[in-house]
């Protein structure tokens, strides 16, 4: 609270000691007739800047007191021995990281790098992006002084919750979550004694009702990421990927089509 207020201070007093700009004579060309002013420059009164810096402190503030909630993704990690934390929706024992952004590339975290680094708030940018270079995910943690390196997080309470005041549990969320148990959003890596029904992942595309789910994987997270989800109808709720004996929904019309046409290889 203290760190908070003191912010809000010192962006007070930076918006007041700002120069004051305004327009010169020479500096704003004339219109003419059939042109644009697509290269007129605006000035900024010292009083816009306060108003500017005011509201952003004060909309940062607040997010860091209202962790959660309608149009955010939360995230919860929770320790071996913290599974009661989780499931009683006790979120305020676990390592959090909330955001309301919606990236439309996949944005990975690194559970070491994202907690043991010394801001609260921060931008992590998309891992590999294909078109949209600029997208990316604005982020608030708390309890990240509680992060253990060499803790086994393998608890996850997560919520997804769309903008809106109904309960949409059960329908598609914004959002498309994935948890890994090895860094920079590794599905599986090369090695020896390395099998993916051991190292399953996990996706999650479906809103949760307000306070989220918490799950359990047979392993210690290490990355997750996010993304838009671009689709309708029927959405994700915790299924488990990667195991070779299971073949995923994205997997059956390509099973259909292939089986159709054995179908008709018999026939001919």
């Not at 955010?72 to 009683?88: I, K, R, Y």
């Not at 982020?139 to 769309?162: T, V």
């Amino acid at each position: 609270m203290k760190s908070s207020l003191a912010m809000l201070a010192i962006t007070v007093m930076t918006a007041f000691a700002a120069p004051q700009f305004g327009p010169r004579q020479n500096d704003v060309p004339e219109c003419e007739d059939g042109g644009d002013a697509e290269h007129l420059e605006t000035y900024s009164s010292p009083m816009m800047l306060l108003t500017v810096s005011l509201i952003s402190s004060f909309l940062l503030f607040a997010s860091a007191k209202d962790v959660g909630g309608a149009g955010n993704l939360t995230v919860a990690f929770f320790t071996d021995g913290q599974q009661e934390s989780c499931q009683a929706k006790d979120i305020s024992k676990g390592i959090i990281l909330t955001t309301s952004s919606i990236p439309t590339e996949l944005t990975c975290f690194n559970l070491t790098d994202v907690f043991s680094q010394s801001n609260d708030t921060g931008f992590q940018e998309a891992l590999e992006p294909l078109e949209d270079r600029s997208s990316g995910v604005n982020w608030l943690l708390q309890n990240r002084d509680d992060f253990d390196s060499k803790a086994n997080y393998s608890q996850i309470r997560y919520e997804l919750l769309n903008k809106t005041t109904e309960d949409e549990s059960g329908e598609v969320s914004a959002w498309s979550l994935y948890v890994y148990a090895f860094s920079n959003c590794q599905q599986i890596v090369d090695g020896d004694n390395v099998n993916a029904d051991d190292f399953p992942w996990f996706e999650s595309t479906c809103q949760t009702e307000k306070g989220g789910e918490c799950q359990v994987v047979p392993y210690s997270i290490k990355s997750f990421s996010i993304v838009s989800t671009n689709k309708e109808g029927e959405c994700e709720a915790w299924a488990k990927q990667g195991s070779a004996a299971k073949v995923s929904g994205r997997g059956l019309p390509l099973v259909s089509t292939l089986a159709t046409i054995a179908a008709l290889f018999l026939v001919l």
